[in-house]
């Protein structure tokens, strides 16, 4: 520090003392010199302004962090809201850009998932959802769950929920036990009242009839408040009209576009040398 470059810029009196701010030509190690002001009281140095290029890479370097934070943050929450949904696991990172199209079937039904997920306003005053068709495999579960991310993608106030049909038989049938709180009747209320519930695997039930009655309480509560429901099933549609009965069939298809996926499996079969 040369003392000859010293130039007070303030001086001023206070209870603590004289209180003086110079400058001072000096030297930062990685930028060589510059102007730094320094602050006395009572004829000590208090405080040293730093290098202003050091102090641009500090502010710079704290912009980077907070940003990588609010990434993480960020991230963080939007796999909080995917668990919250209940998809599996494998398609909870399976977005419209890692489905197959090979078929023309899949093609037509990925542009039908797309022009759902573009129209979800009027889906959703409407009540209008998807009826996905095909043997296993072929994609089903995949688009829907990417409509699912992408909608929530898209809006912060969207809260689809996934379930296998089993999931909700289970649900409801567990109320008919002694001591639980929950009755059929709320336990129903709540599967009809999801802003967009995803029901996976319809067919595979036993068709009874307490079975027909749970999902039509459900569907029907669905169509009738214009709540969209995206169904999958691995039927063809005459089978499936011919398990759920034509009255159930036919408030299904009053509000569910059908999409069949046509082709072979897409699933790759597990070999040996997976544990190498």
Known sequence: MNNTEIKNLKAVNTILGKLEIR???????????YLA????????IKEVSECPECFKLKQAQKAI???????EKAQKSRMERI????MPLEYQTKDFSTFFQDTESQREAFNMAERFVNGW????AGGYGLLFLGGCG??????????MLELMERYLFVYPRYYKVSEIFSAVRSTYQTGVITNEEEMLKFFSSIQLLVID?????KGSEAEKRILF??????????????????LGPKALAELLGDRLYDRVRSKCVPMLFAGPSMRKPATADLFD
Not at 23 to 33: A, D, I
Not at 37 to 44: A, C, D, E
């Open 23 to 33: 400058q001072v030509k000096t030297n930062c190690p990685l930028h060589g010199e």
């Open 37 to 44: 002001n320094q602050v006395w009281l009572s004829g000590q």
């Open 65 to 71: 962090e907070e940003e990588k934070a609010m990434q």
């Open 83 to 86: 668990k919250e949904t209940r």
């Open 121 to 124: 306003e009027k889906a959703k």
């Open 138 to 147: 072929t994609g089903k579960t995949h688009l829907a769950c990417a409509i």
């Open 201 to 205: 695997e319809v067919g595979i039930q």
């Open 217 to 234: 309480s459900i569907l029907d509560n669905r169509v009738t408040s214009n709540k969209p429901t995206i169904l999958m099933s691995n």
